[in-house]
């Protein structure tokens, strides 16, 4: 009878331990879900930036593509600056030319006017002088 009794604890402790056995792997398998389901949604939410991401990269090329495009046009208002700078430094020129022609006239009106301010006294001084002038004067 001590023997059976013993026999029967031991059977019941073994039938307790696989029990607990049970019961912690039953625990550690609900932690597993838990843990396994808190890392899908981290899966998911990289995956969504991810998407965001390459939706980033695709405007940044269309960004890339727009600064193509613009510094083409810039390239081409660049050459037409280059353009218009010649022609205003042709017309630079040509004024230049009238004013150095300006220059030439002037000259040449104040010579005229200098030798003909000059005939007309000469002769007016001779007139003048031999009391041949045409015009009246008080001291006559």
């Known amino acids: 009878m001590g023997r059976t009794a013993i ?3 031991l059977k019941r402790l073994d ?12 625990q550690v398998l609900n932690v597993a879900n838990t843990v396994d389901d808190r890392v899908q949604g981290i899966a998911d939410n990289i995956l969504g930036i991810d998407n965001r991401v390459a939706g980033i ?4 090329a269309d960004i890339g ?13 660049d050459d037409r600056v ?3 700078n ?22 040449g009106t104040q010579y005229i006017f200098n030798q003909s301010s000059e005939i007309w006294l000469n002769n007016n001084t001779r007139r003048w002088k031999s009391g041949h002038s045409r015009y009246a004067t008080s001291s006559r």
């Open 7 to 9: 026999e029967d604890a």
């Open 15 to 26: 039938r307790l331990t696989q029990e607990e056995a049970r019961m912690a792997a039953a």
């Open 57 to 60: 990269d695709d405007k940044v």
């Open 65 to 77: 593509d727009r600064l193509k495009e613009v510094d083409e046009q810039v390239t081409g208002v």
């Open 82 to 84: 280059k353009d218009v």
């Open 86 to 107: 010649d022609q205003v430094k042709g017309v630079t020129d040509r004024v230049k030319a009238v004013d150095d022609k300006i220059a030439a006239v002037g000259d």
